[in-house]
């Protein structure tokens, strides 16, 4: 069977796409989708690209994962935050499925990819790379051949000075630099498959999700950034092959930024389903709390805090709710109404019995969302609203809050245990975001694949068991997503052949989370 390409356009959305390509203004993506088949991605919830790409990555949903935003929590207690890395991610990733098989793999820039793990072939890690790192390639010794290449932009989102935050920069200087980090990042593609050659190559691009956060509504500079990249993918195929299949993915879509605020915890407490301490200490953190969040809405102030910060606050503030007489609670993934039962057995003070008691409230609860309104615009808030088991499932379940709700674009929400106020209109100096936006992109053309038609019903996780199916090899049975079979030509070998699925190496799995967990540890 033929070689793969995947290029990762984070954040990409048909909704820009689809009229470009209709105005004849991105004539390789156009030409992809007029030879192929497209149609929406379905993302995780929450549709960001820490969970979103490890779904990708491993064909598996974050209840099995386990990774539910940017941080991870310790199972001993929430309080206790780490940035997420590829050291977090227990499952098998499909670049380590296709190694294991013998295959040669290259990967570039994938979120989550660092500290770089051993693959066949060559990998080059990409977002949530810290800006100090030194090693950030495997083999470490192939960031010789590639001097000039650039994960993002500048070391610690700074400017041309070394001090000048990227709020202050001019817009000039940001898509100058997101421009000059997609053509190295496009020729490093194009030197390294002519170099190693590999069966399986990836690579994504993040400029596409961080420009339109900074130039949402900006049709002009969005156009000039998105033809840059589809010059890029032509001349990123023009070296594939013709024997390979391509398939274009995004992370999850886009839209324009939330103007209206919704705080889950002021309106849990004014059901009466959460109590704060009214003692003198407790006071005080709300004061602070309070002080804090109007910092942080003005400023973006908690993105630049160091995980242990983060977690000191968020230990501080739950010192201040009376959990002997609080039901229910907001918890923080970013973007989505998060809600947790204040469970016996479960959380450290909790009062709610399982069983009936738990299902009745979590069924008010999501009754209540479903229906709530702002009082100023007479908008419904959420857009959906489940049962974490309606979304979950697998050995993280326990991590994922037990109420989830995918609030209307238009509201960000707030999971803060101390805001005043359940609405207020809300500004940020990014103009884009996406996450109400859960359907991103698949376009996907070839030698297996049917021309001219369309999809519906893909999912994020369907991608790696259809890679590999498309290889000729078996899909792990603990993967979630399903082969997209409906993509290939009747005639073709992938459609001809029948799913395979493969036993999982448990013993491989043991030993790499305790090297993980070593490496955690800082013992190796």
């Given at each position: 069977m033929g070689k793969v390409i995947i290029i990762g356009l984070d954040g990409a959305t048909f909704d820009l796409i689809t009229p470009w390509v209709d105005e004849g203004k991105l004539p390789c993506l156009g030409s992809l989708m007029k030879n192929g088949v497209w149609g929406k991605l379905r993302s995780v919830i929450p549709s960001m690209s820490g969970p979103a790409w490890v779904s990708f990555m491993t064909g598996k949903n974050p209840g099995k994962h386990g990774i539910l935003g940017f941080m991870t929590y310790a199972d001993q207690g929430e309080e206790q935050a780490e940035l997420i890395s590829s050291l977090r991610v227990k499952d098998e990733t499909?670049?380590?499925?296709?190694?294991?098989?013998?295959?040669?793999?290259?990967?570039?820039?994938?979120?989550?990819?660092?500290?770089?793990?051993?693959?066949?072939?060559?990998?080059?890690?990409?977002?949530?790379?810290?800006?100090?790192?030194?090693?950030?390639?495997?083999?470490?010794?192939?960031?010789?051949?590639?001097?000039?290449?650039?994960?993002?932009?500048?070391?610690?989102?700074?400017?041309?000075?070394?001090?000048?935050?990227?709020?202050?920069?001019?817009?000039?200087?940001?898509?100058?630099?997101?421009?000059?980090?997609?053509?190295?990042?496009?020729?490093?593609?194009?030197?390294?498959?002519?170099?190693?050659?590999?069966?399986?190559?990836?690579?994504?691009?993040?400029?596409?999700?961080?420009?339109?956060?900074?130039?949402?509504?900006?049709?002009?500079?969005?156009?000039?950034?998105?033809?840059?990249?589809?010059?890029?993918?032509?001349?990123?195929?023009?070296?594939?092959?013709?024997?390979?299949?391509?398939?274009?993915?995004?992370?999850?879509?886009?839209?324009?930024?939330?103007?209206?605020?919704?705080?889950?915890?002021?309106?849990?407490?004014?059901?009466?389903?959460?109590?704060?301490?009214?003692?003198?200490?407790?006071?005080?953190?709300?004061?602070?709390?309070?002080?804090?969040?109007?910092?942080?809405?003005?400023?973006?102030?908690?993105?630049?805090?160091?995980?242990?910060?983060?977690?000191?606050?968020?230990?501080?503030?739950?010192?201040?709710?009376?959990?002997?007489?609080?039901?229910?609670?907001?918890?923080?993934?970013?973007?989505?109404?998060?809600?947790?039962?204040?469970?016996?057995?479960?959380?450290?003070?909790?009062?709610?019995?399982?069983?009936?008691?738990?299902?009745?409230?979590?069924?008010?609860?999501?009754?209540?969302?479903?229906s709530l309104k702002d009082p100023q615009t007479g908008e419904r808030v959420m857009a959906e609203v489940y049962r974490n088991n309606e979304m979950y499932w697998g050995p993280n379940l326990n991590k994922v809050p037990d109420i989830i709700g995918i609030p209307n674009p238009r509201y960000y929400v707030d999971a803060s245990l101390f805001t005043r106020s359940i609405f207020a209109d809300w500004s940020s100096r990014q103009r884009g975001q996406h996450y109400a936006q859960v359907n991103g992109i698949l376009i996907a053309s070839g030698p297996d694949i049917k021309p001219g038609d369309k999809i519906e019903g893909a999912r994020l996780i369907d991608i790696a068991p259809t890679v590999l199916h498309m290889m000729g090899l078996p899909v792990p049975q603990d993967m979630d997503g399903r082969v997209l079979d409906e993509l290939f030509k009747e005639e073709s070998e992938p459609a001809q052949k029948a799913v395979e699925y493969g036993e999982v190496n448990h013993e491989r799995k043991r030993v790499r989370d305790r090297v993980a967990r070593l490496k955690i540890s800082g013992e190796i």
């Open positions: 499909l670049w380590q499925v296709l190694s294991s098989h013998g295959k040669r793999v290259g990967v570039m820039n994938v979120p989550v990819t660092y500290p770089p793990q051993k693959v066949n072939g060559f990998l080059i890690s990409g977002f949530m790379t810290p800006p100090s790192a030194t090693v950030f390639t495997y083999p470490e010794e192939l960031k010789q051949s590639i001097p000039d290449y650039r994960i993002g932009i500048r070391q610690g989102w700074q400017g041309e000075d070394g001090r000048a935050s990227i709020r202050k920069l001019k817009d000039e200087l940001i898509v100058r630099e997101y421009h000059d980090i997609a053509e190295r990042r496009t020729a490093a593609a194009v030197q390294l498959m002519s170099q190693w050659n590999p069966d399986f190559f990836m690579v994504v691009f993040k400029g596409t999700d961080e420009m339109q956060h900074f130039f949402w509504g900006r049709e002009d500079i969005l156009l000039e950034y998105y033809r840059k990249i589809d010059k890029s993918i032509d001349r990123i195929l023009a070296h594939s092959g013709k024997d390979s299949n391509v398939v274009i993915i995004s992370d999850h879509g886009f839209g324009p930024a939330t103007t209206r605020l919704f705080s889950t915890n002021a309106w849990l407490k004014q059901a009466g389903l959460l109590k704060s301490k009214r003692d003198l200490k407790s006071s005080l953190i709300r004061t602070a709390s309070h002080l804090a969040w109007d910092l942080n809405r003005r400023t973006r102030l908690r993105k630049r805090l160091p995980a242990g910060r983060v977690a000191a606050v968020r230990k501080a503030v739950r010192q201040g709710l009376a959990w002997k007489k609080t039901k229910a609670y907001g918890r923080t993934p970013l973007g989505i109404v998060a809600v947790n039962i204040n469970l016996r057995g479960r959380e450290p003070q909790g009062i709610v019995e399982p069983g009936q008691e738990f299902e009745e409230l979590r069924e008010e609860v999501i009754k209540r969302l479903r």
